[in-house]
């Protein structure tokens, strides 16, 4: 975008000496004013039609990399939440004897199915969020291509 932007401002005094001399060679060739005026404005609505539509990308573009941030920041703890409870059913559970540690291993259970529960609204918005990404992304796709 950076590189866009630089190509446009690079262009800039170009088109400027250009709308300069254009109408002085209008009027050094008056047979041919209708198009040597033709050739500079059409040069002139072409570099600001170009401008704007830089212009456009680059918002899209920014609102797209603050959206994937906040997205980012919002599934960070969900997924860091995952991974803990996640690495629970790989260590192979020992079955113990006594009944205090067997309802400490319910326990355990029981607060990790409700950390599940908690996670669950959250993983459904951002679920929401993903598909509204997606469908962003395709009209970003359409637009550069």
């Not at 060679?25 to 002139?44: D, F, G, I, R, T």
């Not at 995952?82 to 067997?102: F, Q, T």
Request: aromatic share 4%; hydrophobic share 35%; with cysteine.
């Amino acid at each position: 975008m950076m590189q866009l932007r630089e190509s446009i401002a690079e262009h800039k005094p170009h088109l400027d000496k250009l709308l300069k001399i254009g109408p002085q060679l209008k009027e050094l060739n008056p047979e041919e004013s209708e198009m040597v005026e033709e050739k500079y404005q059409k040069a002139e609505s072409t570099y600001a039609q170009i401008k704007e539509e830089v212009r456009q990308r680059a918002l899209a573009l920014d609102e797209t990399v603050s959206w994937l941030a906040q997205f980012h920041d919002k599934i960070e703890p969900m997924v860091e939440t995952l991974e803990n409870l996640s690495s629970r059913p790989h260590m192979p559970a020992l079955i113990p004897a006594e009944v205090d540690k067997i309802r400490e291993c319910i326990s355990d259970d029981e607060s990790a199915t409700m950390e599940l529960e908690k996670l669950q609204p959250t993983f459904e918005a951002l679920s929401t969020m993903d598909k509204s990404l997606l469908g962003d992304l395709r009209e970003l796709t359409k637009i550069w291509l």
